[in-house]
C-alpha cells in the first residue's frame, strides 16, 4: 500500500508542482502572490469541458484552445487588474488583495454560467491499469506525471538558457534596473501571468480526467496547497516549487493514509509549518540581502 | 477636484456596500405584496431560506421550484379563504452566519406565517434558535439530524431522524446480507457523523460487524484513494456511503479503479440524483440506494405506484422546470409537501396562533407527493423506506 499511496502522491504533486512554478514565477518577477492563480486552474478544466461538449466534438483541439483562452485570462489579470497600481506605487498588498477578488470573482462567475453541481470529465488518457509488486499504476497516472515532467524541464530551459527568461531573471531581481538595461518590464510581467495561467491550465486539465469530475469549487483547496508548495520550496525559485509541489502531494497521500483521512490538508500544512521553522526561506530558498 | 471626485466615489462605495451587506430577498409568485395585510387578518406570506447560490444551489434551486409550484396550486384552489399566499425566497447560500442574518430578516416581517429552510442539518439547526424564539415555525425539508427537534416546539422537520431511517437499514442490510463485514465511508458533518452511528448500531444490533469507517471533509478533495485502499485491507462486504453525489461518484468510480468490485455498495438518500448517474455512467451498476428519498426519473415513474396525486405534480413540475436543467426529485417533491402543509394548516387553523398552526401542521392530513408519513408518538417523524438500484446506468426501484 506505501508504494501505491506514494504514487498516488507522486502523481498529484505532479500537478500541484504546475500550478505551484506559476505562484512561485509571479512571485518572483513582483513579489506578489497571485491568489487568482487557483481559480485559473479551475477555470482551464472548465474551459477545455465546455468548449469540447458544446462546441466541438475533440477533446485536444478544446484543450488547445483553452490554454491560449486561460493564458488570455491570466493577461488581463495583469494588465487590468495590477498594471495600473503597479504604475501607482501602490504598497503590494493592494496587489494581493485584488488577485484574492479576481478569484472569487471567476469562482462565482462559473458557478453561475456553469451551474454549481459537479460536471462529468472525460478521461482521454485511459489506457488501462498495470500491476506492479503489489500497487496499480493507470496509465492516466504515468501520463500526468511525464506531461508535468517535460513541462517542467521546458519552463527551467525556458528560465535558465533563453535571453527571454534572463529577462525574467532580471526583472525578479531588480525591476528598476532591468528598465535601465532596456528591457520591456511589463511585457516581462505580462508573459509570466500568460505562462503561470497556462500551466495552471493544464494542470487543471489533467486533474480534471484523472478523477472524471469538475467542479468550481476546486480551485481554492489546491490554491491553498500550491501556494503552500511554493512557499515549502522557496518562493521565486523554479526548481523549489516543483520539488515543493511534489513533496506535498506525497506528503498529503502519505498522512491521509498512514495517519487520518480526515486531517489530510491538516497534515500537509503542518508539515510546511515545521520546514518554514528550522528554515524560513524554504527548502531552496536564499535569504535576501539587501545591499545598501 | 481630484478631492470632489474621490469623496463622490467614496460616497457611492459607502452606499453600495451598505445596501449590500442586506439580504437579498425577493418575494415572487401571488398578488398581494408582502406589506400589505392590515392588523388582525391572516397572515399569507410563506418564506423560504435556501440556498441559491453557492455550492448547494442546485438544492435551493429544487426547493425554491418545488414550492413556487405548490403556492400556485393552492392559490388556483382558492388560497386561503380567498386570497393568495405570497412566496418570499431568500437566499442563504448555504452558509450558517447567512442563514442566521435571513432568520433575523424574515422573523421581522410581520406578514410571514412560516418558514421553510433550509438545505443541510448545520445550517438549518444555526438558523433555527432565532425562529423558535421568534416563535416562527420553520418546517426543514431534510434535515435529519436527531438533535434538531429538540431545539424548540416550532421545529417540524419533514423529514426523519438519522437514527431512524438508517438504523432500520442497518437492520435490513444485516438481514439481506447476513451477519457480514460493513465498511462505512462518511463525510464529516452533523449529517454523517449520525448516520454512521445509526447504522453502525442497526448493523451491529441484527448480527453484521462493522469493520472500519473512514471520514472525509466534503467537497475539499476528489482522491479517495487512501481511505479506499486502507478500507480494501480489511475485506469488508458491503461498503456504506455517506456522501453527497459528487463526492460518492468519484468515491464509487475510485472504489472500481482499485478492483473492489465484489464490494456491494449501499448509498443514501443524497445520491438519489441523476446528477450521480452522469458522473458515474455505468459504473454504480448494482448499487443500492437506500432511504427515505424517492427517484422520479422517467424509467421509475414508469413502472412506479406512487400515485396519481405525485405523477400529476411531477409531470406539471417537469413541463414548467425541467427545461432549467433539473427535473423533479426528491428534493423539490418534500419542499411541495412543506409548503402544501404549511399554507393548509394555515388555511384551517388560521395563523393568529402559532402553537394551533403547528399542532395543525403536524397532523399532516393532507395528500403527501414525497411518501407516507406521520408524527409518532414521541414526536419522531416516520416515513416508509425506499430501495432502489441501478441497472444499466439507470435507476430501478427494488
Known amino acids: 500500500m506505501f508504494l501505491q499511496q506514494l504514487i498516488n502522491g507522486i502523481t498529484i504533486g505532479s500537478t500541484y508542482a504546475l500550478v505551484a512554478i506559476g505562484y512561485s514565477m509571479v512571485f518572483g518577477v513582483l513579489e506578489l502572490i497571485n491568489f487568482a492563480n487557483g481559480s485559473v486552474y479551475m477555470l482551464g478544466a472548465y474551459i477545455t469541458l465546455m468548449i469540447y461538449v458544446n462546441m466541438l466534438g475533440n477533446f485536444w483541439l478544446s484543450f488547445a484552445l483553452s490554454l491560449v483562452l486561460t493564458g488570455m485570462v491570466g493577461y488581463c489579470i495583469d494588465r487590468f487588474g495590477l498594471r495600473r497600481l503597479r504604475s501607482k506605487n501602490v504598497p503590494k498588498v493592494t496587489g494581493l488583495i485584488t488577485t484574492l477578488g479576481i478569484s472569487q470573482v471567476i469562482e462565482h462567475g462559473v458557478r453561475i454560467f456553469f451551474g454549481s453541481e459537479t460536471k462529468a470529465f472525460p478521461n482521454m488518457i485511459d489506457f488501462g491499469y498495470v500491476k506492479v509488486a503489489g500497487a496499480t499504476i493507470g496509465s492516466s497516472q504515468v501520463i500526468i506525471l511525464c506531461t508535468s515532467l517535460v513541462l517542467m524541464i521546458c519552463v527551467s530551459l525556458l528560465v535558465y538558457k533563453t535571453k527571454l527568461g534572463k529577462a525574467m531573471l532580471a526583472v525578479s531581481q531588480s525591476s528598476e534596473a532591468s528598465k535601465l538595461m532596456g528591457i520591456n518590464v511589463n511585457g516581462i510581467i505580462s508573459l509570466t501571468f500568460i505562462l503561470s495561467s497556462s500551466l495552471a491550465a493544464v494542470a487543471g486539465t489533467m486533474v480534471g480526467m484523472y478523477y472524471q469530475n469538475v467542479d468550481a469549487s476546486m480551485g481554492f483547496s489546491v490554491g491553498m496547497k500550491t501556494l503552500a508548495s511554493a512557499v515549502l520550496g522557496g518562493v521565486g525559485v523554479l526548481p523549489g516549487a516543483m520539488v515543493g509541489g511534489l513533496l506535498m502531494g506525497i506528503f498529503e497521500s502519505l498522512g491521509a493514509s498512514y495517519v487520518s483521512s480526515g486531517y489530510r490538508d491538516a497534515i500537509s500544512f503542518a508539515i510546511l509549518i515545521a520546514v518554514i521553522l528550522v528554515k524560513p526561506t524554504g527548502l531552496f530558498g536564499h535569504k535576501q540581502i539587501n545591499k545598501v | ?398
Open chain 2, 1 to 398: 477636484m481630484k478631492k470632489t471626485i474621490a469623496g463622490l466615489l467614496a460616497s457611492l462605495m459607502v452606499v453600495a456596500a451598505l445596501s449590500g451587506c442586506g439580504v437579498s430577498g425577493n418575494g415572487s409568485s401571488g398578488g398581494n405584496s408582502a406589506a400589505s395585510s392590515s392588523s388582525g387578518s391572516e397572515k399569507h406570506t410563506l418564506a423560504m431560506s435556501v440556498p441559491l447560490t453557492g455550492t448547494m444551489m442546485q438544492y435551493g434551486t429544487s426547493y425554491r421550484n418545488g414550492a413556487e409550484l405548490a403556492v400556485a396550486d393552492f392559490n388556483a384552489a382558492g388560497g386561503i379563504n380567498g386570497e393568495d399566499v405570497v412566496l418570499a425566497v431568500y437566499d442563504d447560500k448555504g452558509d450558517q452566519k447567512e442563514a442566521i442574518n435571513v432568520a433575523n430578516i424574515i422573523i421581522e416581517n410581520d406578514d410571514i406565517f412560516a418558514v421553510i429552510g433550509s438545505y443541510g442539518s448545520s445550517v438549518s439547526m444555526a438558523a433555527a434558535p432565532v425562529y423558535q424564539e421568534a416563535g416562527m415555525p420553520m418546517i426543514s425539508p431534510n434535515t435529519s439530524h436527531p438533535d434538531y427537534p429538540d431545539i424548540g416546539d416550532m421545529m417540524i422537520p419533514m423529514s426523519c431522524k438519522s437514527e431512524v431511517v438508517f438504523g432500520e437499514v442497518g437492520r435490513t442490510l444485516a438481514e439481506e446480507f447476513g451477519p457480514c463485514k460493513m465498511a462505512v465511508i462518511y463525510q464529516n458533518t452533523d449529517v454523517g457523523i449520525t448516520t454512521l452511528e445509526a447504522v453502525k448500531e442497526g448493523f451491529e444490533g441484527a448480527g453484521g460487524t462493522v469493520c472500519t469507517t473512514e471520514t472525509f471533509v466534503p467537497n475539499q478533495t476528489k482522491d479517495y484513494t487512501p481511505l479506499l485502499s486502507s478500507i480494501k485491507q480489511t475485506d469488508p462486504d458491503i461498503l456504506f456511503m455517506v456522501a453527497e453525489y459528487n463526492d460518492g461518484a468519484s468515491i464509487t468510480l475510485q472504489a472500481q479503479q482499485l478492483g473492489m468490485d465484489d464490494v456491494q455498495l449501499v448509498g443514501v438518500g443524497n445520491l438519489f440524483k441523476q446528477e450521480f448517474l452522469n458522473l458515474t455512467g455505468d459504473k454504480a451498476d448494482g448499487m443500492l440506494l437506500m432511504g427515505i428519498s424517492r427517484i422520479y426519473t422517467d424509467e421509475v415513474m414508469e413502472n412506479s405506484d406512487f400515485g396519481a396525486y405525485t405523477e400529476d405534480i411531477v409531470k406539471r413540475y417537469n413541463e414548467k422546470y425541467a427545461s432549467g436543467g433539473v427535473a423533479f426529485d426528491n428534493f423539490a417533491a418534500i419542499a411541495y409537501d412543506s409548503a402544501m402543509v404549511a399554507m393548509n394548516a394555515a388555511k384551517n387553523a388560521g395563523t393568529n396562533d402559532t402553537q394551533a398552526l403547528v399542532a395543525q401542521i403536524k397532523k399532516l392530513d393532507i395528500d403527501l407527493c414525497a411518501g407516507q408519513a406521520y408524527f409518532a408518538e414521541n414526536g419522531d417523524l416516520i416515513r416508509e423506506i425506499f430501495t432502489f438500484t441501478v441497472e444499466d446506468g439507470k435507476f430501478v426501484m427494488k
